[in-house]
Each structure stands twice: as C-alpha cells, then as structure tokens.
C-alpha cells in the first residue's frame, strides 16, 4: 500500500531555531502533499497544502514566513518552522495521496511531536 | 466551515461489545470518510463512503450516511482492545480534490478488556 514517511518523529529545540520536517511518499509520486498541526486531544488543522513545483497554499491564518514549505520532487515536501517559539509545539502531520481524485484516501505519516522550550 | 463533528467525544465500552460514533457535518459533501488514529501516530484510512452511497461495510466496520440529515455513523462490532484509538470523521466538499478534507474533532474510543 501507499506508504508516508515523515522525519523526525520527534523533535525538540530551543526558541528562536529552525526546525525541518520531511515527508516523504515512499511507494508513489505526490505532486501534492498536505500539512497538519494537531494540538493534544484536538482535532487535525489543516495548515497547508504543498504543490510540487509550485508554491504552497496556506490557510487562513498560517502564516507563510513562519511555516516554509517546499516541495523539490515528486516524493518530498518539507515543512521549517523558522525562528520556533513555544506557542509552536505541536505534533506536525503530513500526508499525500496516491490519486488524484475526490475520493482518493489519504495517507499520513507517522507525525513530528515539536516541542519547543 | 463544514467541519465535522463527532459524538460522543469519549466512549469506554468492553471488549466484544459494539461502539457506535457518530458524525455530523454542515455543508454539501462529495465523500465522507473516516480515519483512526493511535495516541502519537499519523491517521490511517478506515473507510470511505461517497455522498450517493447509504451504507457500506469492511469487515468489522459499518459506516453509514445520511445527507439529509448531514450524519454519518461509525460501528465497530465485537470490538477489541486494538480498537482502542481516536475516530475522526472527514468530509470531502463538494468540487473539491483530496485538499478538500475537514476533519472533525474525533472519539476517543476505550476498549476495556
């Protein structure tokens, strides 16, 4: 099946550094990917979504200059949290599809707990 | 927002009972699907069910759907301790690809052995 790696799986750093997350499609091609912050015992927000070749489509309230997403290839998308404060911590979860239709699934990766202190 | 909304928000049952989760949204869907998530993982896809489809089945799990009512509903039968997980619900709008996912706030489900 459609497999998602996603890396670190755990992360913590000090405020003021930068963080980055990859996710990779490990077994398909993803020319788009998404981006979800979930706080605990909360739902998944979507932050963003990755196009490859192209620039990200964040969503309201994102902030684009904080949360870098780029996405090189066709199987990877990296997501920095640049210059990382507190209020950032989170578990980061990224996920692709292997279609590209309404009703194709996605698959999610295993998520990054950020923990920032 | 069309975000889904699941209820209970937290069930504990016992193993081999049945656990039923419901879900409800607010706007016009494609698809509606739902997913499991253990404590600390990504999601894994359970079940898809498409906006002209009433019920459907895998396995031990029966989804159904409701667009009048913009509902749907999650049993597990004769569940087990694995079952024990967090249930979301995510809805497709309408037009909309794969970015069109919602989820909804989940059930924490407790399998008691």
């Given amino acids: ?117 | 927002s069309q975000q889904g909304e699941e209820d209970p928000q937290a069930l504990s049952i016992q193993e081999g009972e049945n656990a039923t989760m419901n879900c409800s949204y607010k706007t016009s869907i494609n698809n509606l699907q739902w997913y499991r998530q253990n404590s600390g993982r990504g999601l894994v896809h359970l079940i898809l069910i498409r906006s002209n489809e009433r019920e459907k089945h895998s396995g031990r799990l029966r989804v159904t759907l409701d667009t009048s009512k913009k509902s749907s509903s999650l049993l597990i039968t004769a569940s087990r301790a694995a079952d024990t997980a967090s249930y979301f619900c995510a809805t497709a709008y309408s037009g909309g690809g794969a970015d069109g996912l919602t989820f909804g706030k989940g059930t924490h489900l407790i399998i008691q052995p």
Avoid at chain 1, 13 to 33: P, W, Y
Avoid at chain 1, 79 to 103: K, M, N, Q, R, W
């Fill in chain 1, 1 to 117: 099946g459609a497999v998602v790696s996603q890396h670190p799986s755990w992360v913590i750093c000090k405020s003021g550094t930068s963080v980055k997350i990859e996710c990779r499609s490990l077994d398909f091609q993803a020319t788009t990917m998404f981006w979800y912050r979930q706080f605990p015992k909360q739902s998944l927000m979507l932050m963003a979504t990755s196009n490859e070749g192209s620039k990200a489509t964040y969503e309201q309230g994102v902030e684009k200059d904080k949360f870098l997403i780029n996405h090189a290839s066709l199987t990877l998308s990296t997501l920095t949290v640049t210059s990382a404060h507190p209020e950032d911590s989170s578990f980061y979860i990224c996920s692709a599809s292997p279609g590209t239709g309404i009703y194709s699934p996605l698959h999610f990766g295993n998520g990054t707990r950020l923990t920032v202190t």
